[in-house]
Structures are given as structure tokens and as C-alpha cells.
């Protein structure tokens, strides 16, 4: 159901973007002076690879700001990891002791026996 779902949202995205790129394939100058357009500082390129650039950047952009903000979440799970194998590590102690102290009296128990 969820490759289905997320079928029918990128298929239509995927079909728009070539739509877009196929429709802004003329070159287009991107300025990189503000202050003088006529100063040459700029870049040459069909506007759909401006167009897909600013989209990736964005995605880049987003995913890093959410990778951010989980932050967090990541230390919790790293502090809790490390308390649950502490516990681990002491319940697995205490059961060996507790099975030295069994073993013991039956050792003993079939001494006297």
C-alpha cells in the first residue's frame, strides 16, 4: 500500500519536472552581482537547471534542518542505548552469581550425602 501511495505522488511530480525541463530548455542568464547586471558575473544555463537546482537545495536544505532538529531524539537514544546495556550487563552478572550460589549448595548437599 505505501509503494502504491508513493507511486501516485512521484509519478505525477516526475512527469511535471520533465514537463518543466522539456518547456525552459532556452538559456537564461542567472546574475551573481546585484549591484551591476552588465558586469558579467553570472551564469549561462537553461532555466530548468536553475529551476531543479533550487529544488534540490531546498530538499538538501530541508532534510539538514530536520536532521537538526532531531537532535535530541538522537542523544536520547544514544544515553538510553547506553543505560539498557549498563542494565544488561549487571543483570547478566547477577545471574551468574546466582547460579554460583545454586551450584554451591547441591555440591555440598551431595558431599554429605
Known sequence: MRKLVAALILVPIGVLLVALAVVNRKPVML?????????GLGIEAP???F????????????GFASW???GKWRKMARVEAREASTWRR???RLEKELEGLDA????ARLATD
Do not use: E, S
Open 31 to 39: 546574475g551573481l552581482n546585484p549591484f551591476d547586471a552588465n558586469a
Open 104 to 107: 554451591r549448595p547441591r555440591r
Open 90 to 92: 549487571q543483570a547478566d
Open 47 to 49: 532555466l530548468f537547471v
Open 68 to 70: 537538526l532538529g532531531q
Open 51 to 62: 529551476l531543479l537546482g533550487a529544488f534540490a537545495l531546498g530538499l538538501v536544505i530541508g
